[in-house]
């Protein structure tokens, strides 16, 4: 099936089926990243810190209550973590083409 849609989608748009997948993994892999970037927006305004360091030690000191920020402190790293993690493979899929030309 998969193999299928990609023979027509080459006979379709005049590209081979590698740089179709490349830039369509390419285009998820960004799309994750916003989405990343837009619950990281949300948490720096959510309590007007500009890192999960950063309100890690706010809770430490007692200015923000522990629940939930916590978990958010944990889902923040995680966050920015997926987040380099994609920007990798995307540099990874960029340099591929680079070295393609």
């Not at 006979?11 to 960004?30: R, T, Y």
């Not at 619950?39 to 309100?55: F, H, N, V």
């Not at 939930?68 to 966050?79: F, G, K, M, R, S």
């Amino acid at each position: 099936m998969f193999e299928h849609v990609v023979k027509e989608a080459e006979n379709i748009l005049g590209i081979p089926g590698e740089v179709i997948f490349k830039e369509g993994l390419k285009k998820f892999f960004v799309s994750k990243v916003e989405e990343n970037n837009s619950l990281i927006q949300d948490l720096k305004k959510k309590y007007r810190t500009t890192g999960y360091l950063e309100l890690e030690g706010k809770i430490k000191k007692g200015n923000i209550p522990e629940h939930p920020a916590w978990e958010d402190v944990i889902l923040w790293e995680q966050l920015s973590s997926h987040t380099l993690k994609l920007q990798n493979l995307i540099s990874q899929l960029e340099m591929g083409d680079a070295v393609a030309s």
